[in-house]
């Protein structure tokens, strides 16, 4: 056991010895199930707008956002002097009293949902805010089945592991759930070997094979991420939830829309997935992006499925006033800056790009996304579609040498997650495109015998 360290900002050196201590350090103390990117991984110390610097100082284009987590950009003057001032006057008072900036950002989130979602219960991440949806669904219901997408990702809860339809995921199979899974709409990869749109969305229709035949015909709720997130950004046709969504009202079945990576804008063409996919959700869970970095969870939903819990609850950071403060500013922001227009218009354009590049790399299998949430898939062949996980892993250590950072992910791992703040620009794609142009070459020619 080693003393303990001293914080950043009072240990400035830099350095290899530097980073390969704190690795050390890292794997010391930490879970070692935590994974780390990169063979030589770093340690992101500031950023301003879009741009991150690690321990040496060195500046990198982050189209990772911290797991679309930083939606705005880092260090936004208009969202962290909000916060500052909130931590100035009080930081914690916990739900037993009335805090003006959760009620106000309950407010905001009816105002940007259903008229039917009016209820909001704040947590702390998307796994709690997943556990929420499953208590006042199975409760509503009297029921502890639950039907969800397979390469799904919900959180590492009991309840959320045994939802997320991802082996390498699943740390272990107790659950107070029963889940039934459906094949998920992954056209690239149809589990049925479909083509769309000839399938006629067969995907959707297993959703009412999976009611007729594994459940009690009674299953408390249906969850999906619109677009999948760990899953790797598998984007479903457009038609698809709107063929289940009438399954689901046919048998009264709630739908649990889990809107941790698709939500505030980043899509570009809506709010949120479900408006984008044209469903109304009867319970919207959300986390990451909604304040910028400072960790916030929750759920919206009906009056109804609101008071199923009839016991206490309560969540003694949930809402608390420096997160909804970083909420609120960041909401602001977002609008103001008409943010969820530029995610649309530099999302297509890097979508563009993209498509270029695949003209040149024939290990690029797949693209696909909506706005800012841009999965590229990396295949060995195009025709077999063998997933090239070792290719993902060198192309991301060979763009962050040169100064990009790109996220991976997919139950191959074959996937590259772009989903930078929502501030990039089309000149800040052309630096990652060429960057991602110029790794592709370096790790191809690396790999020839
Ligand atoms: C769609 C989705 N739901 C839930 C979660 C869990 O959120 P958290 O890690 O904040 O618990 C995640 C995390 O990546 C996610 O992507």
Redesign the pocket.
């Known amino acids: 056991m080693r003393a303990t360290p001293a914080s950043p900002a009072e240990h400035p050196e830099a350095g290899q010895a530097d980073r390969e201590d704190l690795l050390a350090r890292h794997r010391e103390s930490l879970f070692p199930s935590v994974g780390l990117f990169y063979d030589e991984p770093i340690e992101l110390r500031s950023g301003e707008g879009q741009i991150v610097r690690d321990g040496d100082g060195r500046e990198y284009l982050d189209f990772f956002g911290g ?1 679309a987590t930083v939606s705005s950009g880092h260090a936004i003057p208009e969202i962290n002097e909000p916060i500052k001032k909130q931590l100035d006057r009080i930081s914690h008072s916990s739900t037993l009293f009335l805090i003006r900036s959760q009620i106000e950002l309950a407010e905001r989130l009816r105002q940007m949902t259903p008229p039917a979602l009016n209820k909001v219960f704040f947590t702390n ?3 709690e805010a ?1 556990e929420a949806a499953f208590l006042i669904t199975t409760l509503n219901r009297n029921s502890n089945e639950l039907i969800a997408l397979r390469h799904s ?4 809860s009991f309840a959320t592991i045994n939802a997320s339809g991802q082996t390498p995921w699943r740390s272990s199979t107790l659950s107070p759930l029963q889940t039934h899974y459906v094949g998920n709409p992954y056209c690239y990869r149809c589990p049925w070997g479909k083509t769309y749109p000839s399938c006629d969305l067969f995907c959707a229709d297993d959703v009412e094979a999976v009611i007729q035949t594994t459940t009690s015909g009674n299953p408390a709720a249906f969850i999906a ?1 619109p677009i999948q ?2 899953g790797g950004f598998v984007t479903p046709p457009p038609e698809y939830f709107v063929r289940v969504g009438e399954i689901l009202r046919r048998y009264g079945i709630p739908f649990i829309s ?1 809107e ?2 698709t939500a505030w804008g980043r899509i570009g063409v809506a709010d949120f997935g479900f408006q984008a996919y044209g469903i109304e959700p009867d319970v919207v869970v959300f ?2 992006g909604l304040a910028n970095g400072i960790p916030i ?1 929750g759920v919206i939903a009906t009056d109804e499925l609101a008071q199923s819990i009839r016991s206490l609850s309560l969540s003694t950071f949930g809402g608390n006033p420096i997160s909804t403060t970083a909420a609120l500013a960041n909401l602001n922001y977002i609008a103001t800056n008409n943010l969820r227009d530029n995610a649309r218009d530099v999302g297509g354009y890097m979508q563009d790009r993209l498509r270029e590049l695949a003209e040149r790399w024939h290990a690029i299998g797949d693209i696909r996304g909506l706005g800012l949430m841009i999965g590229v898939e990396l295949v060995k062949d195009r025709d077999s579609k063998e997933p090239d996980a070792d290719l993902v892993l060198r192309v991301q250590d060979e763009a962050k040498r040169r100064g990009l950072i790109v996220g991976r992910g997919g139950l191959y791992a074959n996937t590259l997650r772009i989903c930078p703040p929502m501030i990039v620009t089309r000149s800040d794609v052309d630096t990652a495109i060429e960057i991602l142009d110029t790794s592709i070459e370096r790790v191809s020619r690396a790999q020839r015998p």
């Open positions: 797991i991440s998307g796994t997943n990702y919900h959180g590492r991420e997130g760990v889990d941790v990576q986390a990451k969870g």
